[in-house]
């Protein structure tokens, strides 16, 4: 298993990681196989979406913002039930394919992820499974 | 492949099965690989979240019921259409690392079974696969 | 990895691509593992739901269509960011565990590819995992 470090910065941010899992992939020099992208936190997520226009991001935070609001009245003590909400929405893990040693995207996907809790130091966990 | 059961007492309802799971990838006895936890159910589904506070599921699931609402006017004759939304939003598998015999989550996080439709008796499928 | 196409035929549309996928895994004679679905699209996802009756998936489509209308304001000039913020609710990869040579699907299981930007030429990855 590999780690990655993420800061964020914002309450609420999609983070790029694509470049980080890339390197990880290719240090571990596997020609074809499965990236397993894991969040062990419960105030985060993962996906997958467009990489090349940052509107699309913002767009989706502001989205998801309007149907799970911050304010919105919500038993559990700490206040940030909205993110738990936002977490499962998007997602705990994605599998992206490996092919001649590379990750398999496609041409406008970037792999994010997603904080709806920041600012935050986070983790990400990477396993890659053989085929 | 090996097969979980889980009783639900609610029609809406987020049980644990995290300890379950934990056991059989103890009984299977991997050092290092994946667990793939399959929801077989339509208006049922699976996701990870915090596992301290119950409130935070009760909030998940309040809040997925003011989303979408079973009383709204659907076209499945069924009457049961919400079910089958939440189901698609919150997904049918989940991906867990095995590292060192063991489940890797998070501090916070335990896996959960969605009961969208209940009560029912409901099945849940493991995969564990090596690497 | 295997290739499927997909031509949809409307904005947003729900294709059942399950014998599709049963036809690839056949084709690959696996005794026992797992087939990961992968949409390599930002404006499309994948979901598995019911394969019965044709009303629950527009029932789907229809409310995701009220949660995430594409009249709303958004900032990507592109227009279809609605789009983008659906594929990232449904997800962009699936888990399928194969077992005695053939997928492990529920009864009223069906793989669909979830158009939402569409009439498009689209492309499914498949990766097939021994275990």
Redesign the interface.
């Known amino acids: 298993?590999r780690r990655l470090e993420v800061k964020t910065r914002e309450r609420t941010q999609f983070v790029d990681i694509t470049a980080q899992v890339r390197e990880v992939v290719s240090d571990e020099n596997i020609v074809?196989?499965?990236c397993?992208v894991?969040?062990?936190?419960?105030t985060a997520g993962l996906?997958?979406?467009?990489n090349a226009?940052p509107?699309?991001c913002?767009?989706?935070l502001a989205?998801?913002e309007g149907?799970?609001p911050q304010s919105?009245k919500?038993?559990?003590?700490?206040g940030n039930?909205d993110a738990?909400?936002k977490?499962?929405?998007?997602?705990?893990?994605?599998?992206?394919?490996i092919?001649n040693k590379k990750l398999?995207?496609?041409?406008?996907?970037g792999i994010y992820f997603c904080e709806f809790d920041g600012p935050r130091q986070r983790?990400i966990?990477l396993?890659?499974?053989?085929?």
């Not at 919500?74 to 700490?78: A, D, P, V």
């Open positions: 298993m074809s196989g499965l397993v894991f969040c062990p936190h419960t996906t997958i979406n467009e226009d509107s699309v913002r767009d989706i989205h998801l149907l799970v919105r919500f038993t559990h003590s700490e039930s738990h909400i977490a499962s929405m998007m997602g705990s893990s994605l599998n992206v394919i092919e398999v995207l496609g041409t406008w996907q983790k966990y396993k890659i499974i053989k085929d």
